[in-house]
């Protein structure tokens, strides 16, 4: 489930985000995707239990899924393959839409699991990325996004 009209709706659709393995470092990859996902109109709410009880970019940092009281609609997830699965589970219980494996994270069982309780599946993709690509204009920066259409893509409302 990782084409491109099921990223663009995810995407679309979409608006609050936990943030599994979210660091309050600046310099970490986290960090930036959830900037970027911030600075364009998503709520990401950080889920780390280093952090937890803590600010992180603004929001309160969770020690796991559980503990969010707000509906989340994304999952995504900054962890070790090997640590998706329980995380998978959470996401199932507190009735999340998406499970979002960031780039190098493939874990095929946690996706299973996943769908078949009705959620999409992403594995080995960034959200900041596919956003950029999809609605941010990299294109316009001569950035080869690999989608072909004569339309111009809709950017999304804040």
Request: charged share 25%; aromatic share 8%.
């Amino acid at each position: 489930m990782q084409d491109i009209e099921t990223l663009r709706r995810i995407l679309h659709e979409t608006r609050v985000v936990a943030m599994v393995g979210l660091s309050a470092d600046w310099f970490r990859p986290s960090y930036f995707a959830a900037k970027y996902l911030q600075e364009h109109g998503y709520r990401v709410i950080p889920v780390n239990p280093r952090y937890a009880g803590k600010q992180v970019l603004g929001e309160t940092c969770y020690r796991s899924l559980h503990e969010i009281a707000d509906k989340v609609d994304v999952v995504d997830v900054f962890r070790r393959t090997e640590d998706v699965d329980p995380i998978a589970e959470q996401a199932i219980a507190i009735g999340a839409k998406v499970l979002w494996q960031q780039i190098g994270v493939k874990n095929e069982a946690a996706a299973g699991e996943a769908r078949a309780a009705g959620l999409d599946a992403v594995m080995d993709r960034c959200m900041k990325i596919e956003h950029g690509r999809l609605f941010g204009g990299l294109n316009w920066m001569g950035v080869n996004t690999r989608v072909i259409s004569a339309k111009r893509a809709r950017r999304l409302a804040h």
